[in-house]
Each structure stands twice: as C-alpha cells, then as structure tokens.
C-alpha cells in the first residue's frame, strides 16, 4: 500500500504543554482514552485542558458527570486555572450530569443516554469522569465489556475523541477490558519521596503514534497540567553535524591549550575546589561569546543573577547590557522541590528563546541541591539527557563541578559524569616556595589535540590569568604537593597532544 | 442579610420576562415557578438532580429568613418547587411588564437566592453563561433594568 493510500489520522492539541511532544504530535482524532490515576492525580484536570483546547460551538465537547465530585463543585475549582474560559460554557462545552441514571437503572440505559445527548450535539469531544464510578455497581464482565465495546464503537462512529476518566489502581491494569478496548491509556502517578511530592506520566498504550516511552515529570500550576517530556521535546529535531568551529575562553594562553579553544557543541567540564575560579572562568567564557555575538544563558544556583552580574563586572566583564538587548539570561533555578526534567525545561527554553549558544550550568552541585530529593536519584540520566539534547543542536555547555580537593588522588568530578563531557579542564590548587597557588590542566579533549601542560594561573581584575610558562621545575604538580627539580626550563609555547585523544 | 442587589435585579428581570410569557399559558402559570423551572432543567442536566436540591433547598431557607410569606413553599424530591401558589399574587398583566417584576418579593428573593448560591460557587462569568443558554440575551441586557445594575 502506498503512502498515500494510507489513512491519515489528524493529531488534536492535548491543550497541555509538553504533552503533545511525548504523544507524538498531538492526540489520534477519534481515539478512545483512558485517563487513570488516583485521586487527586490531576486527570480532571488534564482532561478539562483537552478540552478546552478543542471544543468550538459548531463542534462541542459533551462533559458527562457521573456519581462523585458535582459539576457546580469541578467548575468552581476548575474556573481557577488559566485555561478555563467561561464563554466557552454552555455552547461549547456541555456538562452533562448522569448521576440519576446510574443510580437507577443499568449500564444499557447509562448508554442510551449517552447515545441519545451525542446525537442531539454531534460533539467533537466527549468526557465521562468518573467512568469508574459508572461500573462500580455490580454486573458481569460480560455486560461491562459489551458495555464498553458499545459505547467505543458509537462513540467513534460518530467522529468523537473520547476521554474515560477512572480511578484505577496499578495491580488493575491486567485483565480489564476497558484497557483493551482503549486506543490510549494515560496513567499519571504521585507519590510522596521524603519531603516532596513527585508526579509522572505514563503512555502506557497509543495506537497509531509513536509516542515517546517512559515516566515523565508533570506539574499542576495555576496553568493546569504541564508535562515534560524525557527527550525535552527535542527527538524530533536532526542533530546537527559536528562542528569544526572553536569557541574561545577569551583567555589567550588557555585557547591556545585547547588549540584554538573549545569545540562548538561540546560538554565542557571545568572542575576545581572551592575558590579555584571555576565561575570566573565560566563567566569569561560565556562574556567572550556574547563579544563574538553569540546569545548565551547562565543557569545559577548558588547565588542570584545580580550577585552574578556584579562579579563579572568586578572583573570588567558586562553582562548588564546583554542582558537587557535579549543576548544572555542569567536563570536563577532554586526553586528546591522541582523535578530535574522541569529544570532542564526552563534551560531548554531559555535557550530556545534567545537562540543560545552557549550554555553555562553553574554549578553541577548547586544544580543537584535545587531538586527535589526524590529527583536526585535520576541527576545523572537526566542531566545526559540534557547534554545530549542541547549539544546536539550546536549548543556548547559549560559546566563547573566542585571537587574536594585530595592530595592522594586527582578526582574529576564526584558525580561520575566525566562520560558526559568532551572536554574537561581541572583546576586546583598547589603547594609551591611556601604558598598555596593554583594550577590548570587540560585533561580531556575529545576528537582534537590540546595541551598537555601544567599551568600556573591567577584570578586577577581582568579574570583569569595564566603565568608564565609551564611549570617544569616542579614533578609530582598534581598531587598538589610537588616536589622542586632543578631541570632547565622549557619552552613558553604550549605543546599540543599528537592527536591521541585522552580517555578518562 | 438580604439577597444581593445585583442578583435581585437579574431575578426580577427574569420574572418579568417570564410574566410576560406566562400570559399566553393556560392555565396561567406562576412566573417565579416558570424561572425556578427553567434554572431547575438547567442545572439538574448540568449538575445532577442532588446538587440541584441541596442549592434550592438552602436557597429556600435563605429567602425565608427574609420573606416570611414563603413559609408554606417546599422543597420536594427531584428539586421541584410545592406550595408557591399560597404566597404569589394575582399578577395585573396589564402592568407594563418590560422592566421589573410587579409581582411580590417573595418570589424575587427566592430566584435571587438561587442565583446568588449559583454565583457563589462558579461565579459571576459561568453563572450568566448558564442562565444565557435559557434566557434571551435582552434579559442580562442592563439597559432593560430600572435600577441600570449589573447583574
């Protein structure tokens, strides 16, 4: 069968942000959904954003109550969210209340009404919630499946999308026709972890699309449901070809080690102990790229946008008036119970928003502490996904990690992410003639040759400073106690790797 | 405490829309019972038949506490009205009916009372666009209200 022989199924807005991404564009027309979940799981909710994003006059959403929460008591409640658009009742949405029917007569009567107020409105969308309480009363299997075949098969029949809403436990999954019937199951989770609330989203079942699998993070804000996808809405989006193109520090000796400076679309790890100029030399990196006209974002944690604009310019570094013509956003992000998908999403859009093209995360630790602790388990996938994502499309991410320094080992990072990063400079600092100074080192470069020279550096008015020539009278530098030599120095210009990438 | 203003003005434009209608039935029906029926079908399909008794009902209370003529007006299963006909007036028809309701204040203050729990819970915005479905748009128009309130 040919392409173009093959039915089209038309994707609906699910009116919930992020949703329609991990539905794989938007919800199949004419569908049979269920929506599960707990009480208080937000499904309702969910269901009254859909919609609201697809109900017309012409084509109304019929919104049938059954026994459970009264429709006076869901209105005034769901009239709270932004999405509730009250001209929109009773011409486009229709609640409809069939409690009456339930309680007095069968399943067979509950669907004639159904049928009989769907032929009178031809709705686009049609909502039973609570589908559980309808089938509560006790009946046969039999009457309960030929119930719901009916009803699907009506219901599409006459062009509707349809949402059952049920409260379903998870050991209810198996062996219940309603799920077979059921062109899509949304199952949303809560659960309490330590002292926070985690909610997730399950496409456990969509016929025709491929949505995107796993658990996804979502919040209930006064904006209702807010989804956020595992892929960040970006596998849709090609990876961009590897680039070629350095991006500079604006630290001439250190773009020198890197041979020109960082790949575009690299991870970089800058990783040192406290004190050792990690955010300075992030600061500068990103201020070099705004002087070459790349729009840039500071993902913060440990301190507020401001503090971090006044360092810079204590360093003769602007980040006032970029900021003000849209070319960088410092983002703030301590928000302490947000799930680390949510996070990413407020960098992802930053980064859309502003066409970025380098991205700082400053720091990986204080990133960490601003989760939810039930999130903290998931920080390294989730951060992977993330570097992938956004590397993928041409971003270069900065992060800074601190590292407890150690004089009997020369640790990267205390979060095993090493994997996650193409390029990693290490700073710390050394025991040198009787004063405590500090030390650069190129460790990692992938797929491009650098330096593999100790170099002493300072922070200074003008950031960071790298002195002199490579320290060559010293053996045993990172360890952070060396040991004085008397060999003859050498020569000033770096030297660059042969070409052998550094595995770590 | 006495029945909103803004929700006394709707109800009394309402009963006078409803009076007017009320002259062509035969027999001749009680405007406030034709109102009450009207939001009664309304939310009942809207709301189920319970959450539409446990409003009139509380309605009914309230309007009792300030129009004691309605002592003898019931709530009875299914949320119909019983026993209005001992309090409401003969209506003259041939009073000018396009403005407010002539009528006694007892079945003002009920509709206003219901009107008012409805405007409660789902608030001013939802409660006219339920009312709009079954009233023409003239009647929440505040050019026909002698007092020229909004609703």
Request: hydrophobic share 40%; glycine share 8%.
């Amino acid at each position: 069968m040919n392409t173009q022989d093959k039915v089209k199924i038309n994707k609906l807005p699910t009116g919930v942000p992020g949703l329609d991404e991990i539905v794989g564009g938007g919800l199949p027309e004419f569908s049979f959904n269920i929506i599960a979940g707990a009480p208080g799981s937000g499904k309702t909710t969910l269901a009254h954003q859909f919609v609201f994003a697809n109900a017309a006059p012409e084509r109304p959403a019929l919104y049938f109550t059954v026994l459970g929460e009264s429709a006076i008591k869901m209105l005034r409640y769901q009239q709270q969210y932004t999405f509730f658009d009250p001209a929109k009742l009773p011409d486009a949405i229709r609640f409809i209340n069939l409690s009456q029917v339930v309680l007095e007569k069968d399943l067979g009567a509950v669907l004639e009404e159904i049928t009989k107020e769907v032929e009178k409105a031809n709705p686009a969308v049609v909502v039973v919630d609570s589908f559980r309480t309808m089938v509560r009363k006790p009946q046969s299997d039999m009457d309960l499946q030929s119930f719901i075949q009916r009803l699907a098969l009506f219901l599409a029949s006459w062009q509707a999308t349809t949402f059952l809403i049920g409260e379903y436990a998870e050991d209810e999954l198996r062996d219940n026709p309603i799920f077979t019937v059921a062109d899509g199951l949304f199952w949303l989770r809560q659960t309490a972890e330590r002292n926070s609330i985690v909610r997730k989203l399950q496409i456990i079942k969509l016929r025709g699309q491929d949505s995107v699998p796993g658990l996804h993070t979502f919040r209930i804000t006064d904006a209702g449901v807010q989804a956020f996808s595992r892929t960040f809405g970006l596998t849709a989006r090609k990876r961009n070809p590897a680039s070629n193109r350095r991006l500079c520090f604006g630290v001439p000796e250190l773009d020198k080690m890197l041979d020109g400076g960082v790949r575009e679309g690299d991870s970089v790890l800058v990783a040192g102990s406290s004190g050792t100029g990690k955010s300075v030399l992030a600061t500068q990196f990103i201020a070099e790229g705004i002087r070459h006209g790349e729009p840039g974002i500071v993902a913060v944690f440990e301190e507020r946008p401001e503090a971090y604009a006044e360092r810079a310019t204590s360093l003769g570094l602007d980040l006032e008036t970029p900021q003000k013509d849209g070319q960088l956003t410092i983002l703030y992000l301590r928000p302490l119970d947000l799930s680390v998908d949510e996070t990413m999403q407020s960098i992802l859009d930053a980064v859309q928003k502003i066409g970025a093209k380098r991205l700082v995360i400053d720091s990986l630790a204080g990133f960490e502490m601003a989760l939810s602790p039930g999130f903290r388990a998931d920080f390294r996938e989730s951060l992977y996904r993330m570097i992938f994502a956004l590397t993928g499309i041409g971003v270069t991410i900065l992060s800074t990690v601190e590292v407890d320094e150690s004089f009997t080992e020369f640790p990267f990072s205390t979060y095993s992410i090493s994997f996650l990063t193409d390029d990693i400079i290490r700073l710390r600092y050394v025991s040198i003639d009787g004063q405590l100074r500090k030390i650069m080192v190129v460790i990692k470069m992938r797929g491009g040759n650098h330096a593999k020279d100790v170099r002493e550096y300072e922070i200074t008015s003008k950031g960071v400073v790298i002195l002199g020539k490579r320290l060559t009278n010293y053996q045993g530098l990172i360890s952070g106690i060396p040991v004085h030599s008397d060999r003859p120095g050498m020569p000033e210009e770096p030297s660059l790797d042969t070409g052998i990438e550094h595995k770590t | 405490m006495t029945a909103a203003p803004g929700m006394r003005d709707l109800a009394s434009r309402l009963l006078a829309y409803e009076a007017v209608a009320a002259k062509s039935s035969e027999p001749m029906e009680s405007p406030t019972l034709r109102v009450y029926e009207k939001v009664r079908t309304n939310l009942t399909a809207f709301a189920g038949v319970s959450a539409f008794e446990s409003l009139a009902f509380r309605a009914l209370m309230q309007a009792k506490s300030e129009a004691p003529e309605l002592w003898a007006v019931q709530v009875a299963a299914g949320g119909s009205l019983q026993g209005l006909g001992e309090f409401e007036p003969q209506i003259e028809m041939d009073k000018d009916l396009a403005g407010e309701f002539p009528g006694d204040d007892g079945g003002i203050i009920l509709i206003a009372r219901l009107l008012g729990l409805l405007r409660l819970f789902l608030g001013e915005a939802l409660t006219l666009s339920l009312l709009r479905n079954t009233w023409p748009g003239e009647v929440f128009d505040d050019r026909n209200s002698v007092h020229g309130r909004k609703a």
